[in-house]
């Protein structure tokens, strides 16, 4: 019986380590931060220290019991080595047994809670909650009377939530749920900004299904909702949020397929997807008239958006430097009834961005080409663009300049649906130092001056300040 339970507490102890580091592998997450990383292999340290202390007193036990005794070496466990034992004790009067055994029974148990405790501490985490939020202030110097909010002063924007759960080794989430201020009535709303599961076959296919951000282009995946990850406080305005005067869908309901490939010193990239059409709300609309909207549960024309975008990043000399190529098309009907516009819209682009050796230089072009296909069969070409060059000096300074343009077909039906600050034709020009206050907090001071083309619309200067985190 002794043998028995003996053997039982060295296999525990010996087993537990490993266990212990196996969980926390399974268990992390893309996440996690580096003081919850760091707390865990502390106190998986302490516990490989207690299993190896427990570990000699058997030994010391099993000597005391007798040398005629056999039982196998405890196992391996991380950490330090277990200090080699000493010679063999005399034999102890048969008296000592019963306490000796008393004694196994003792670590048995401590070995065995040990054991469940560091499984616990290593399985029982969770799923980690991160996030970004942003504060600050805006100024205008002319507020033009058509635009979503001319009001100036502080401001709070939103609060951005995510989760990344791996349900399973090929199967993962993303789930991301913004509380944000409203650009045109300054009331808080929940939004889902992205609900999304996929499958990793490997780097070289990942498809997801759910509702994501459009891939096209640069930015609109580089730089999701929290503005801690952008280096300026705003997006360009052409490459908005639908519910922020975003110009094109930057979020899709459907399918995407996404991965890369090495080619030569660089790799490849690609991304395909296949979703709802988005549609126009002008009857009833949050912004009451001309907002994108990528329509949640269906396409209201029955119809769906398609896209293709690759690119090749660079290694070697040019490691930093990524060009690429994309296209999408999409059937927009708006919501008038009883006789919507519906416009077939597509558009054919190029970007090239260089982020290394402390520069930052981000290029996007898309040209329009649409069709009224509800009135008089006519075609339209339009086009957007944006550049943008930034800096870090000292590690933690970044002074940045962006130009950006929208030259807008007005006689086209997509963008004469569109609200009037949405589908006027724009240049803008911004300027702004970004100071990293530390590893997840950014403050920004940007300055914008923006000319409108047509509709009649105001130009205006303004001033923005922000607090940018991330946790």
């Known amino acids: 019986m ?60 099993q000597r005391q019991l007798g040398a005629g005794a056999a039982v196998p ?21 048969p008296a000592a047994a019963p306490a000796a055994d008393s004694r ?27 996030g970004f939020a942003d504060v600050g202030a805006r100024f205008y110097t002319h507020t033009d009377p058509n635009s979503s909010n001319p009001a100036n002063g502080a401001n709070e924007k939103a609060i951005d939530f995510y989760l990344n759960p791996e349900i399973g080794p ?15 009535d300054q009331q808080v709303g929940i939004d889902m900004e992205r609900l999304q599961v996929g499958y990793v076959a490997g780097d070289e296919l990942t498809v997801w299904a759910g509702r994501f951000h459009t891939p096209y282009g640069y930015w609109n995946t580089a730089f999701h909702h929290g503005p801690q990850i952008q280096t300026s406080a705003q997006r360009p305005k052409f ?4 519910d922020t005067y975003g110009l094109m869908p930057a979020h899709t309901v459907g399918l995407w397929a996404t991965g890369h490939a090495r080619l030569g010193s660089g790799r490849l990239t690609y991304d395909a997807t296949v979703g709802n059409s988005p549609r126009i709300l002008t009857n009833g609309g949050q912004m ?27 290694g070697g000399a040019l490691d930093g430097l990524k060009l690429g190529v994309d296209a999408m098309r999409w059937r927009t009907t708006d919501d008038v009834a009883p006789a919507p516009d519906t416009t077939q819209v597509s558009f054919a682009g190029a970007y090239a961005v260089y982020v290394a050796n402390d520069w930052e230089i981000l290029n996007e072009y898309y040209r329009f080409h649409d069709t009224n296909t509800s009135s008089d069969g006519s ?31 007005q006689a086209d039906n997509y963008f004469a649906a569109l609200a009037a600050p949405i589908g006027a034709s724009y240049r803008r020009y911004v300027g702004g130092l970004r100071y990293d206050l530390a590893r997840n907090t950014a403050l920004k001071a940007e300055y914008g001056s923006t000319v409108y083309h047509d509709r009649g ?15």
């Open 2 to 61: 002794t043998s028995k339970r003996l053997c039982i507490a060295i296999a525990v102890a010996g087993t537990v380590g490993m266990h212990a580091a196996t969980c926390q592998a399974a268990d992390a997450q893309p996440g996690d931060t580096e003081a919850h990383l760091r707390d865990l292999e502390r106190k998986l340290e302490q516990s490989v220290q207690r299993i190896d202390e427990l570990n000699q007193q058997v030994q010391q036990l």
């Open 73 to 93: 070496a405890p196992l391996a466990v991380p950490g330090p080595a277990p200090t080699a034992a000493p010679a063999a004790a005399a034999s102890p009067p």
């Open 104 to 130: 196994i029974d003792e670590l048995t148990t401590q070995v065995e809670q040990l054991s469940q405790s560091v499984s616990r501490m290593n399985t029982d985490t969770g799923v980690p909650l991160h």
């Open 170 to 184: 090929r199967i993962k989430t993303l789930m991301e749920i913004a509380i944000e201020t409203s650009e045109y």
């Open 239 to 242: 490459l908005a949020f639908e």
């Open 288 to 314: 009451g008239t001309g907002q994108v909207d990528m329509n949640l549960l269906g396409s209201n024309n029955h119809s769906a958006s398609s896209l293709v975008n690759v690119g090749y990043e660079f």
């Open 379 to 409: 075609t339209h070409n339009s086009w957007a663009a944006y550049s943008q060059v930034g800096y870090t000096l000292l590690g933690a300074w970044t002074p940045y300049a962006r130009w950006e343009e929208a030259q807008l077909d």
């Open 457 to 471: 619309l105001q130009s205006y200067n303004e001033v923005r300040l922000q607090i940018a985190v991330r946790f």
